[in-house]
Antibody
């Protein structure tokens, strides 16, 4: 079955860290770009991070400005898993985080069920 | 950053009616625009990409049009399962951004 399953969310204090994982199955993971999108009731959908698939040019990634320097996206092509390391978390990072497969033209064509991250003391 | 503005915020219609949703970009995105459907408690689902191409498995009653800064998602005849929130997203440049959504609700 083609699917993405996120894990690693939960409650964390401001300034803390959390690592989200997204396990992929049912498709050739290593060749696909992957991304993270978050959603809060007040702000709708927001792209967070993107990482390229395996290519001659090596690995590339991009992060939205508000998370640059705090969040890092990475992948393990042997484990078919993409990660989002989140450091220096803020209250405004509280969201449901979705893992998504990204097409060659940067659309999100497969989504996980999402996982909740709450940043609060 | 390209800002996508969706209108209306809410559309109240009856099953069988035609729905017309708008997405306007703050600058040209060519045809690099997608539409997603999201139902309560579910992840978004890709409906339309490159402004007018239906994603795999999407019924023909969904169609997209437009280019540049003005885009439209049309649902020709609403089915009960189509009542949901719809988002547009551009991929013309970084950062990728989404519109604020249009909720299609039962009248």
């Amino acid at each position: 079955e083609v699917q993405l399953v996120e894990s690693g969310g939960g409650l964390v204090q401001p300034g803390g860290s959390l690592r989200l994982s997204c396990a992929a199955s049912g498709f050739t993971f290593r060749s696909q770009a992957m991304g993270w999108v978050r959603q809060t009731p007040g702000k709708g959908l927001e792209w967070v991070s993107w990482i390229s698939g395996l290519s001659r040019g090596g690995e590339n990634w991009s992060h939205e400005d508000s998370v640059k320097g705090r969040f890092t996206i990475s992948r393990d092509n042997f484990k078919n898993t993409v990660y989002l390391q989140m450091n220096s978390l803020r209250a405004e990072d509280t969201s449901r985080y979705y893992c998504a497969r990204v097409t060659s033209t940067n659309y999100f064509d497969l989504w996980g069920q999402g996982i909740l991250v709450t940043v609060s003391s | 950053e390209i800002v996508l503005t969706q209108s209306p915020a809410t559309l109240s219609l009856s099953p069988g009616e035609r729905a017309t949703l708008s997405c306007r970009a703050s600058q040209s995105v060519s045809s690099s625009l997608a539409w997603y459907q999201q139902k309560p408690g579910q992840a978004p689902r890709l409906l339309i990409y490159d402004a007018s191409n239906r994603a795999t498995g999407i019924p023909a009653r969904f169609s997209g049009s437009g280019s540049g800064t003005d885009f439209t998602l049309t649902i020709s005849s609403l089915e009960p399962e189509d009542f949901a929130v719809y988002y547009c997203q551009h991929c013309s440049s970084w950062p990728l951004t989404f519109g604020g959504g249009t909720k299609v609700e039962i009248k």
